[in-house]
């Protein structure tokens, strides 16, 4: 077992492993480079809203912000939050039992989304899009009434891989989930702090701690969304040729405008040749 002086109850029963503490220092790294990178922390004393879907990435997302609060690495006061969005058979209860035991100060709130989804979207169409504008208002408003100044939120870098496709290939634009990003109102930052954590590690560290893992069963029941086309085809890509994920993302990283096509994020037209000429 790990040192139990050491670390935050959210990892109480880790396991005595060399993988498992090589895992748990990459997220803690690429957590900590992500909120650094993207400007995400502001003034000392901030309060954040941390979304708490019962998943094996938001699981993750709490465990580790915890811990680099819990070494003084992270200057802000975390909250934790599960909306309940009234899928039937939500298990109500393994949240609250689990935020209690590990000593994490949180809020449960209850909203029946489930209905309005049901209702609104036709019969064979994908749920995710109202879900998601439904779960965001209530959340920016619960980060409203708690005094929060952000609201956090698991997606990994897998998320913003899948997202930059379907937005290239069904939406086309290049664009993808920002790690951060100001509401439209402008008062409340969304923050995603796993932005370069890999899913799979996601899931080795959330198994590896056997925490009580929800499953999504409104859209996750649903065949043949885009998103799992292009998780697929990302899958299929990186079987053939390993570390084709990372290679994706840090191009998102480095993007370069004069070599797009854009005219509104590049001046084309006024290029100028230069008195030695250049190869365009």
């Not at 290939?169 to 990003?181: I, K, N, Q, S, V």
Request: aromatic share 8%; proline share 6%; hydrophobic share 40%.
């Amino acid at each position: 077992m790990l040192d139990q002086d050491e670390i935050h109850p959210l990892f109480h029963g880790a396991p005595d492993t060399v993988s498992f503490r090589k895992l748990r220092k990459r997220l803690v790294r690429e957590t900590r480079e992500a909120i650094e990178q993207y400007g995400m922390v502001g003034a000392p004393g901030e309060r954040w809203l941390v979304c708490l879907s019962g998943g094996k990435d938001s699981y993750t997302l709490l465990a580790i912000l915890h811990e680099l609060k819990w070494r003084g690495l992270l200057n802000v006061d975390l909250l934790a939050c599960n909306l309940d969005q009234g899928q039937p058979n939500f298990p109500a209860t393994v949240l609250p039992e689990f935020l209690e035991r590990m000593g994490v100060e949180h809020r449960i709130e209850y909203q029946d989304t489930y209905s309005i989804v049901i209702d609104k979207v036709a019969p064979g169409r994908t749920m995710c899009a109202m879900c998601s504008r439904l779960r965001r208002g209530n959340l920016y408003r619960i980060a409203r009434e708690e005094g929060c100044s952000t609201v956090v939120l698991g997606h990994h870098r897998d998320d913003l891989l899948e997202t930059f496709f379907m937005n290239l290939f069904h939406g086309g634009r290049l664009a993808t989930m920002p790690p951060r990003l100001l509401n439209d109102e402008g008062d409340l930052t969304l923050c995603r702090p796993l932005a370069l954590v890999a899913e799979a590690d996601c899931e080795a560290f959330a198994t590896a701690m056997n925490y009580p893992i929800i499953p999504c069963d409104l859209c996750g029941s649903q065949d043949g969304l885009q998103r799992q086309q292009v998780k697929r085809m990302l899958d299929e890509w990186e079987k053939n040729s390993p570390g084709r994920r990372g290679v994706i993302f840090r191009a998102l990283m480095h993007a370069r405008p004069s070599h797009l096509a854009d005219p509104k994020l590049f001046d084309f037209a006024g290029l100028m040749a230069t008195a030695q000429g250049e190869s365009p």
